[in-house]
């Protein structure tokens, strides 16, 4: 569903991705994992265009969208959870969604009222601003406002980070819901207990370079490449 | 000095306020939105005078003209705006401020040079129908009739403009692309759309201001230079981007003219300008919030 090929991006004059390859097939949880600085985000930000590749190729549903403005991925089917959230802080929770909903291609889709099934916190905060949520509202209102545009893919950075222990593990229920449901995700984390709990594979970045790929059992078995590249 | 010729004062003030908040209002929506300080924002405002002079004296019958000349000439100075917007502006969103004041300000040059080609530089005037000249007099005191119907301007736009922006889907997300357009384009929503919709909305409110303004005062070259400074002063005072803080600012101008009429007549002109600095060196922010 998604490839990219020998992605690089750069912000202004310093270089941070260097020929970045991965794929995610349909119906697939794929986790990109690395430290801090490593281009988790970067990746994520250049296959939605927000940072605009430097060099490299990115195809969605076999065509080539390189360089293609955010909005049109978007409408592709390609949906992005930032890791700082980015809600509207002025709007409410009701508006948040709404200017974000779009419906599905196929079927019912997410609605706002499927989503309140898997946040039921936000249908009792519709009429609260965004900014008056906490940490955790707000990124399970940025995941939320994602699903309503019913994308087909889904970046999703970071959703677990500054997280309590008992919501990562909810939260983590809830990509695993998702992705019985049909989506296909892309997921960078830090956290690597938790993203290998609900991944079907893992890339591991460092520098700005894809350093190993595999299975999560192969990850799991392989000591080596976590020390290198994952203990902080 | 009695109190009733203060109070009546007050309410040309008021009356006079109306019309600076509502071209106010156009200028602060698009600083808001935009992030564009429109220098050209008084040019739109004359030329809504001028279109409404020319619809008046096209259409003769003085209620009909008038009625007419508000309905229309807002509508011709949207579609100015929105053609420098698609073909100009468009194009320079990314730039930082300082060149977005010297472009806007090279179209304030080119679109006065446009008024006089077109309307020559004699005074114009329109008359208002009889039902609207004379005073009308309510609890004792005096006001033009005409200024009696801008006072119920103001508040019609103030609710308008937040209909527009709470309960539309459009004015919604031009809220949210006043403070992160990028996250608003990573929905799938064409941001430069909106912000051309959000440009037309602030250019038609200071066509209307024009219209609004021409029955009252004598249209002329150059009557877009006064409003502009006051309008840019208010929105400051107000809060830039803030459709309330345009309504306090203008007020605040409005009145402190009107009074200073009263009290200094010499020296009215300063009072407005007074209020500014005072409120400044209290809030150099603004009196409400500023999304900036
Ligand atoms: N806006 C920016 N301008 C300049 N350099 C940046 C910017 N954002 C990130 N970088 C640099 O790019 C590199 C990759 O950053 P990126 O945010 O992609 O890492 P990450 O893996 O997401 O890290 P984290 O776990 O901290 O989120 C880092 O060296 C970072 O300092
Ligand atoms: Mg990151």
């Known amino acids: 569903m998604l490839e990219v090929e020998g992605l690089h991006a750069r912000y202004g004059q310093s270089h941070v991705l260097f020929d970045v390859s991965l794929r995610v097939e349909r119906g697939e949880v794929v986790c990109l994992l690395g430290r801090n600085g490593a281009g988790k985000s970067t990746t994520l930000k250049s296959i939605i265009g927000v940072v605009p590749p430097a060099a490299g190729r990115v195809r969605f549903k076999g065509e080539d969208v390189t360089g293609r403005e955010p909005f049109l991925l978007a409408r592709l089917g390609i949906g992005y959870v930032p890791d700082d959230r980015r809600i509207f802080a002025d709007l409410t929770v009701a508006e948040n969604l709404d200017i974000a909903a779009r419906p599905a291609a196929g079927g019912e889709g997410w609605t706002r009222e499927r989503v309140f099934g898997l946040f039921p916190v936000l249908r009792e905060k519709l009429g609260h601003k965004g900014g008056h949520l906490s940490g955790g509202e707000q990124k399970m209102l940025a995941l939320a406002r994602a699903l309503v545009g019913n994308p087909e893919l889904l970046l999703l950075d970071e959703p677990l980070e500054g997280l309590a222990p008992l919501l990562v593990r909810a939260l983590a229920g809830q990509i695993l819901r998702l992705k019985a449901a049909g989506l296909t995700v892309l997921l960078a984390e830090q956290n690597v207990g938790a993203a290998l709990g609900v991944a079907d594979r893992a890339y591991v970045i460092d520098d700005g370079r894809i350093r190993y790929h595999g299975t999560v059992a192969d990850l799991k078995a392989n000591d080596e490449v976590r020390r290198r590249y994952l203990l902080v | ?292």
């Open chain 2, 1 to 292: 000095m009695d109190l009733s010729a203060l109070a009546s004062q007050l309410l040309v003030g008021l009356s006079r306020a109306m019309i600076l908040f509502i071209v106010s209002a156009g200028l602060s929506f698009v600083l808001g939105v935009l992030r564009v300080p429109n220098v050209f924002h008084g040019s739109l405002y004359m030329i809504g005078a001028f279109v409404a002079f020319t619809i008046a004296a096209w259409a003769g019958e003085p209620a009909l003209g008038l009625a007419l000349a508000i309905a229309a000439a807002p509508l011709v100075v949207a579609l100015v705006g929105l053609v420098v917007e698609r073909t100009l502006l468009s194009h320079l969103y990314q730039r930082e401020h300082l060149m977005l004041i010297l472009f806007t300000f090279g179209v304030m040059l080119i679109l006065n040079d446009v008024v006089k080609l077109v309307w020559g530089a004699d005074y114009r005037s329109i008359l208002p129908p009889a039902a609207l000249q004379g005073m009308a007099s309510a609890f004792g005191l005096a006001l033009p009739r005409y200024n009696a119907l801008l006072l119920g301007a103001g508040p019609v736009v103030a609710v308008a403009m937040w209909l527009f922006t709470h309960r539309t889907r459009v004015g919604t997300i031009a809220r949210a692309a006043a403070v992160d357009r990028e996250m608003v384009g990573v929905l799938g929503i064409d941001v430069s759309r909106v912000f051309a919709l959000a440009f037309v909305v602030g250019c038609y409110l200071a066509g209307l201001g024009g219209a609004l303004v021409a029955p009252t005062t004598s249209i002329s070259l150059g009557m877009d230079h006064t409003i502009i400074i006051e309008a840019f002063l208010i929105v400051t005072i107000g809060g830039l981007g803030n459709i309330w803080g345009a309504l306090v600012g203008s007020l605040l101008f409005g009145v402190t003219q009107s009074v200073g009429l009263l009290v200094w007549p010499q020296f009215a002109v300063v009072f407005p300008y007074l209020a500014t600095v005072i409120v400044l060196l209290a809030r150099p922010t603004g009196l409400l919030r500023s999304v900036w």
